[in-house]
């Protein structure tokens, strides 16, 4: 299921690519979000329902394969003549931003959220989807204009923006999960409860050893 997610990244990049030869391709790259949400939400699924689960290699190979199927959306939407590719690099790196914050968020606190602001990555689908459709049906109208610009500005303005959001309320509560030391009460040694040094257990007769304990 993983792989049927990466063709569709690839039939998503394709049709954009085409699209430069014909505008009808855009259907084609909306086939392929279908084809890449089918493979990238069933994958789990199906690992589960035929007990093969697979939770550290399937974790690697999920989120490796997953920056890959961004690669070929991104850069084809680029090469499109809808968007430009400096810009849809810029929201690439972004998106890859969300992702590695994702990442930390499920090794620092066992959370593993991929929706934002109500927004995960079915309904980012839906949205590339529609503007697909809006590019179709109005390209003759627009292709003189802003609009497309003004388009993948404002991606990029919400990806910033949810990622800044995002990583400020994190540092906040990492601050308070882990706060700066009062003065003088650095990290204790290791075996030591009462916090003094060895070598001070040992002047004030206290070390185990002194006692005849091993």
């Known amino acids: 299921m993983t792989f049927i997610g990466t063709f569709g990244a690839i039939v998503i990049g394709a049709g954009y690519y085409l699209s430069n030869y014909n505008i009808a ?3 084609l790259s909306s086939l392929g979000f279908l084809i ?9 699924t199906l690992a589960r329902v035929r007990k093969q689960q697979r939770p550290v290699y399937g974790y690697y190979l999920d989120h490796t394969m997953d920056a890959i199927n961004e690669l070929f959306m991104f850069v084809g939407a680029g090469l499109s003549p809808f968007f430009d590719l400096k810009l849809t690099l810029v929201a690439f790196a972004l998106y890859l931003m969300l992702s590695l ?29 529609a503007i697909n459709a809006f590019l179709f049906f109005m390209w003759d109208n627009i292709c003189d204009t802003v ?13 910033a923006l949810i990622y800044l959001v995002t990583v400020i309320v994190d540092a ?9 030391p009062k003065p003088g009460m650095g990290p ?24 005849g304990k091993v």
């Open 25 to 27: 391709f855009l259907w």
């Open 101 to 129: 914050n994702v990442s930390i968020n499920a090794h620092l606190k066992s959370e593993f959220r991929l929706t934002y602001a109500k927004l995960g990555p079915t309904e980012f689908r839906i949205i590339v989807i």
């Open 188 to 211: 204790q040694p290791a075996g030591n409860e009462d916090g003094r040094s060895q070598n001070a257990r040992k002047e004030d007769g206290t070390d185990d050893r002194k006692d």
């Open 36 to 44: 890449n949400w089918y493979g990238d939400s069933l994958d789990g």
């Open 147 to 159: 609009i497309p610009t003004v388009v993948i500005w404002a991606i990029i303005a919400i990806l």
């Open 172 to 180: 906040h509560e990492y601050a308070k999960r882990d706060p700066m």
